[in-house]
């Protein structure tokens, strides 16, 4: 499950602010991992939180940087390279903590929300921001980058799983792989499972939300199907639960539980 630490405009997180409770519940309910979003890791203490996820065996698979745009409006596309150095900045924060955690780093909303008329440029500042990140990530022992394909109603750059492969083609960097989520190629993707095996050596990491962005199992999504597109591939990363807290925090986490492990996906 994502997991915020802290308080968020972002509406899909169903898991925030109080982490004692909220890393106690996922252990209760059979989690194997919480997926931190954290809008700025010099705001917390390293070994408070890595005794409450040591104290659930809790893994950390991904750490989760929107907030920093979200909530402040670093960009590693925005116009003003000034912009663009503080989100860099943030991303090497980011970067320090996922080799202590050995989680992946996410780019999602941090790539920004560039104009229409901006979009070429953008993706050159996209791509040589995220050059240089795979190369510091390289050197800080972190185990990467996941680009995560968004919807077009969240950002105009990268919205589908063929553009984010082709982007990290064009980098070229070995540590820089795809972040899917369910809700986004349900809009975006023509068919979801193709999609999945076109790109089968660059999944790193899934994300998990119904069609209506509601836990898994309370929408009209194929998640059958997916799964087993993800074993056709030799898939051995997480999935990891990001949807609204619908239809209450707590039930939609227990929700989710009860459909994990109905497939065996937690004992
Ligand atoms: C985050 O993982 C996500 O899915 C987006 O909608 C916002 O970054
Ligand atoms: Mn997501």
């Not at 991904?62 to 402040?72: D, K, M, R, W, Y």
């Not at 990290?168 to 820089?176: D, F, W, Y």
């Not at 899917?180 to 999609?195: P, Q, T």
Request: charged share 25%; net charge negative; aromatic share 8%.
């Amino acid at each position: 499950m994502v997991v915020s630490l802290s308080a968020t405009r972002f509406q899909a997180l169903a898991l925030r602010e109080d982490l004692e409770r909220n890393l106690e519940l996922l252990h209760h309910l059979g989690f194997a991992g919480a997926e931190l979003a954290i809008r700025n890791p010099a705001d917390f203490d390293f070994n408070t939180v890595k005794s409450l996820l040591d104290r659930n065996q809790l893994s950390v698979p991904a750490l989760g940087t929107g907030q920093a745009f979200v909530e402040e409006g670093l960009s590693l596309t925005g116009a003003d390279p000034e912009i663009r150095r503080q989100a860099r900045e943030r991303l090497v924060l980011h970067l320090e903590l996922s080799a202590r955690l050995q989680s992946y780093v996410i780019i999602g909303l941090i790539r920004g929300v560039p104009k229409k008329e901006e979009k070429e440029q953008a993706l050159e500042f996209l791509s040589e921001e995220l050059g240089w990140l795979c190369e510091k990530a390289k050197a800080l022992g972190s185990p990467g980058l996941i680009l995560e394909p968004l919807n077009r109603y969240e950002t105009s750059i990268i919205n589908t799983v063929f553009e984010a492969l082709d982007l990290i083609r064009k980098i070229g960097a070995a540590n820089l792989g795809i972040l899917a989520d369910s809700f986004h190629m349900n809009i975006e993707e023509k068919n979801i499972f193709e999609s999945i095996a076109s790109a089968s050596g660059s999944i790193r990491h899934i994300h998990l939300a119904d069609s209506n962005r509601w836990p898994p199992g309370q929408g009209h999504l194929d998640f059958d199907s997916l799964f087993q597109t993800l074993k056709s591939i030799g898939y051995q990363g997480w999935v990891s639960g990001e949807y609204l807290p619908k239809p209450d925090p707590e039930q939609c986490v227990k929700l989710f539980a009860d459909f994990l492990r109905a497939r065996r996906i937690i004992s």
